[in-house]
């Protein structure tokens, strides 16, 4: 069980790119979600999937933002054209329905510079 | 309307002591609360967790206590150690919520000397 990883772990953009980050849950998890967390603050909920449907989105995700999860593997979330106040660590978790418990697995993180 | 809150921004502690953080949260329906370390540059790394028909939950030197009445709960570390130095978020869940999304307090950042 190599954990949650995501890429690339930084990332450097001018204000009206385009970029995309990528997760990769678990292996066994089914689950996946997308949090957002900014300087002095808690991760904020982006999104979730359940294998490779997308059931809830925040209304912080707005319609710049867009997640996909081919296949119930791993995950994609884009933003396009940029702002400053994108700028953020971005946060992927998984869990399993499997358990009972709550917990979800996070990675290291995407820090986001939007200059 | 933040729904889980940490008041306390910092907390300095001795090596050995009790280190206290504490969590407040306003939403009823919260059923399920867990507390996260995350260390610079790393993502949070789940410590420990309670459900809310216990008031008590043990595991190692952590111990998480819940009082629903008051919608309060506590993460007490002991003995502390340095190398518990580290943001510690409180988060909640609950059953209706979809795919068990967490919400997040703020974060303590727990600093023990040695």
């Known amino acids: 069980d190599t954990g949650v990883s995501q890429n690339p772990r930084h990332k450097i953009t001018k204000r009206g790119q385009n970029v995309t980050f990528r997760c990769d849950p678990i292996?066994?998890?089914?689950?996946l979600y997308w949090y957002r967390q900014t300087l002095g603050q808690g991760p904020e909920f982006l999104t979730y999937?359940?294998?490779?449907?997308?059931?809830?989105k925040s209304r912080l995700l707005s319609d710049r933002f867009s997640a996909e999860r081919p296949k119930g593997s791993f995950s994609t979330l884009e933003i396009q054209r940029t702002e400053q106040g994108d700028s953020a660590m971005y946060l992927c978790?998984?869990?399993?329905?499997?358990?009972?418990?709550?917990?979800?697995?996070f990675g290291p993180g995407t820090r986001l510079t939007v200059t | 309307d933040q729904q889980v809150k940490q008041n306390s921004p910092s907390l300095s502690v001795q090596e050995g002591r009790i280190s206290i953080l504490n969590c407040d949260y306003t939403?009823?329906?919260?059923?399920?609360f867990l507390w996260y370390k995350k260390y610079p540059a790393e993502g949070p790394t789940f410590l420990i967790s309670?459900?809310?028909?216990?008031d008590k939950n043990e595991d190692g030197r952590f111990t998480v206590f819940l009082n629903k009445s008051a919608k309060h709960l506590s993460l007490h570390i002991v003995p502390s150690q340095p190398g518990d130095s580290a943001v510690y978020f409180c988060?909640?869940?609950?059953?209706?919520?979809?795919?068990?999304?967490?919400?997040f307090g703020g974060g303590t950042r727990l600093m023990v000397k040695p």
């Open positions: 309670i459900s809310s028909i216990k």
């Open positions: 978790a998984s869990s399993s329905l499997r358990t009972v418990s709550y917990e979800q697995y």
């Open positions: 292996s066994e998890h089914n689950r």
């Open positions: 939403n009823s329906m919260f059923d399920y």
């Open positions: 988060a909640a869940s609950a059953r209706e919520n979809a795919g068990n999304m967490l919400t």
């Open positions: 999937f359940q294998n490779e449907a997308q059931l809830e």
